[in-house]
């Protein structure tokens, strides 16, 4: 696995739209594996692929304790959300820069999984609200296009 370099705001890879992922083969599943070992590297929470320069629908995340561990996911699309949660994000790609951010506090997400197979899964709270704001990134969203009050630096 490899460890990649994180894009920060202003790159125009992160304002882009990745494309869909016809089938996942052993290319996509080390992307996957690289996205986690450059998380994991970066202390974040969740990683889409655009982060990393690579316009392709993927992302992974792991909210850690308290959560189910590694997702990854390609072409993951929420298929229903209920609720509201405002709370603060933040972003590998914007270091130092946190916000409140409102987003739905449960969805239903549809995607394939690591080996290629369909799968949806329901998510809440911190985990709904990470894999709202990766799938932002996928469509060329940052955080701070929904930002409702501005923070300081991330502790």
Same mark, same amino acid.
Do not use: W
């Given at each position: 696995? +490899? =460890?990649?370099?994180?894009?920060?705001? &202003?790159?125009?890879v992160l304002?882009?739209?990745?494309?869909?992922?016809?089938?996942?083969?052993?290319?996509?599943?080390?992307?996957? /594996?690289?996205? !986690?070992?450059?998380?994991?590297? /970066?202390? &974040? =929470?969740?990683? !889409?692929?655009?982060?990393?320069?690579?316009?392709?629908?993927?992302?992974?995340?792991?909210?850690?304790? &308290?959560?189910?561990?590694?997702?990854?996911?390609?072409?993951?699309? =929420?298929?229903?959300?209920? %609720?509201?949660?405002? #709370?603060?994000?933040?972003?590998?790609?914007?270091?130092?820069?946190?916000?409140?951010? $409102?987003? +739905?506090?449960?969805?239903?997400?549809?995607?394939?999984?690591?080996? #290629?197979?369909?799968?949806?899964?329901? +998510?809440? &709270?911190? $985990?709904?609200?990470?894999?709202?704001?990766?799938?932002?990134?996928? /469509?060329?969203?940052?955080?701070?296009?929904?930002?409702r009050r501005? %923070?300081?630096?991330?502790?």
């Amino acid at each position: 696995m +490899a =460890i990649k370099i994180v894009r920060k705001e &202003g790159d125009p890879v992160l304002r882009q739209v990745a494309k869909p992922v016809p089938e996942v083969t052993s290319n996509i599943q080390k992307l996957l /594996n690289d996205m !986690a070992d450059t998380m994991y590297e /970066n202390q &974040g =929470i969740g990683l !889409a692929a655009n982060q990393i320069g690579i316009l392709k629908r993927c992302i992974v995340a792991d909210i850690g304790e &308290g959560g189910p561990g590694l997702i990854k996911l390609v072409n993951p699309e =929420i298929v229903h959300s209920e %609720g509201e949660q405002l #709370g603060p994000e933040g972003c590998l790609s914007i270091p130092g820069v946190t916000g409140d951010v $409102l987003r +739905a506090m449960r969805v239903t997400v549809k995607a394939l999984d690591q080996d #290629g197979k369909e799968m949806e899964f329901k +998510a809440e &709270g911190l $985990l709904a609200r990470c894999i709202l704001h990766e799938i932002d990134h996928l /469509n060329g969203v940052l955080f701070t296009d929904h930002v409702r009050r501005m %923070g300081g630096p991330r502790r």
